[in-house]
């Protein structure tokens, strides 16, 4: 589950998954709702993000900041996520304005206030992003 929490300037969201795999699908939901509200994305590009990081909330802020880094370079949307063994490959495709209506558009993830924690039923995590 997510949903936008009220912030004064920005973006600021909640994301939930019962574990790590969950709430990377979870970001790649929100990011496609951001980016194209809810335009249809289709899997048809394969792309994987290394986690690397000293712990788990490091590696889903980089997991998170690679989407929105791909979604700002080139155009991907992401559809899709499956988490592997060090990585979680991500499918989607690459804006197409025939059938892509941009929504937002998203500078940045920033650091400011992020929240990563365990909770009784998982996961959650809160992420502002700059427009």
């Known amino acids: ?6 912030h004064t300037a920005d973006l600021r969201a909640e994301l939930t998954g019962a574990d790590f795999g969950a709430l990377c699908g979870e970001a790649v939901a929100l990011l496609r709702e951001l980016l194209v509200g809810d335009c249809r994305v289709e899997p048809r590009e394969e792309r994987r993000v290394a986690l690397a990081g000293p712990d788990e909330a490091e590696r889903f802020f980089r997991f998170v900041r690679e989407l929105v880094y791909w979604a700002d370079a080139d155009g991907f949307l992401p559809a899709a996520c ?31 206030h992020f929240v990563f924690e365990r909770t009784a039923g998982g996961l959650r995590a809160e992420l502002i992003f700059d427009l």
């Open 1 to 6: 589950m997510h949903r936008l929490l009220e």
């Open 82 to 112: 499956a988490k592997e063994d060090g990585a979680v490959s991500v499918r989607g495709e690459r804006f197409d304005a025939s059938r892509h209506a941009v929504d937002r558009q998203i500078k940045a993830l920033t650091r400011h």
